[in-house]
């Protein structure tokens, strides 16, 4: 086990449900097919099928475990005998930096993408896709990739003297592709 103090600054990649990934490999994104990104780098690659989607000013992973306890006379008096988890999410709260067009379409309820004109109110705020989290150390060497398939609305979208900065909240919604790599070493 590494014991460390640790800083992490993180990336954040968005390939989004529905988007037809052409050549190699190709399909078209969803809970079941998730495109091919290249190994993560400093800074990370700019990938059409992975569009960093702004500056990350903080990043928080909210696991939510519900559990029961199994209670047993020992020998008379009920004592828990055992805990059994019996579901479990897991979610993220990520405040941006920055903004671009997918940020306005799930904040404004647009339906679909925005690249121009638009009627906001009447879509769901909800984008769904794949997320591809890079978090690195102060030394630049990165320590944490998650691939999560999501579902992310915009909880706040603040637009006053100061620069925007929107916060997105993500459900992580269960695939087999989902995977992670972790290096604290």
Known sequence: MNIRSLLLGSHVLFAREGLTISGTGGGTVSQVYKPVVAAPSDPPVADPNWPEIGIVADCNIMPKITEEDVMGPMPGRLQRLDVLATSSTLDLSITFKQVNELFFEAALLAAGAITGDYQPGVGTGQIRGWIKCQQYDANNVIRNVMDLYVSGVIKTFKADDKSV?????????????????????
Not at 166 to 178: C, E, G, M, N, Q
């Open 165 to 185: 900065k929107p916060v997105a909240d993500f459900k992580v919604i269960y695939s087999a592709l989902a995977s992670g790599t972790l290096s604290l070493g």
